[in-house]
Nanobody
Framework: QVQLVESGGGLVQPGGSLRLSCATS????????MGWFRQAPGKVREFVAA????????YYADSVKGRFTISSDNAENTLYLQMNSLKPEDTAVYYC??????????????????WGQGTQVTVSS
C-alpha cells in the first residue's frame, strides 16, 4: 500500500516561490507515474504537472509552464513541485497522486489511484 504525504504549502505573496514535497512510502517509488493536481474553492480539480519514471519525461499544464518544475529524488522517494512567480490564481489545495499508468493521458485525474491529503497554497498580498 503506497502512501503519499504532501507538505510545503503556505501563504506567499504574488511573485513569490514555494516548494511542495510529496513523501511516498510503502512501495518502490520509481515504478509509478506521479502527478500534481490542484483544486481551488468552487472549481474542479485540475492537472498541474506529471513525471513518468519509465523515461523521466515531465509534463505541465499550460497555466504553469515556465513557472513550475516537477522533480523527484528517487533515493529519498520524494516528489517535488517548485513553484515560482506565483499568482493569486495559483491559490488552491495541491495534491500529489500516483498511478501505474504511463501513457499519454497523464493529465486525467481518474487514472491516478493513490492520492495524498493535500496541502493548501495561498497566494495573496
Amino acid at each position: 500500500q503506497v502512501q503519499l504525504v504532501e507538505s510545503g504549502g503556505g501563504l506567499v505573496q504574488p511573485g513569490g516561490s514555494l516548494r511542495l514535497s510529496c513523501a511516498t512510502s510503502g512501495r518502490t517509488f520509481n515504478s509509478y507515474t506521479m502527478g500534481w493536481f490542484r483544486q481551488a474553492p468552487g472549481k474542479v480539480r485540475e492537472f498541474v504537472a506529471a513525471i513518468t519514471y519509465k523515461n523521466g519525461n515531465t509534463y505541465y499544464a499550460d497555466s504553469v509552464k515556465g513557472r513550475f518544475t516537477i522533480s523527484s529524488d528517487n533515493a529519498e522517494n520524494t516528489l517535488y513541485l517548485q513553484m515560482n512567480s506565483l499568482k493569486p490564481e495559483d491559490t488552491a489545495v495541491y495534491y500529489c497522486a500516483a498511478t501505474d499508468y504511463s501513457g499519454t493521458y497523464y493529465y486525467i485525474g481518474g487514472l491516478y489511484d493513490i492520492w495524498g491529503q493535500g496541502t493548501q497554497v495561498t497566494v495573496s498580498s
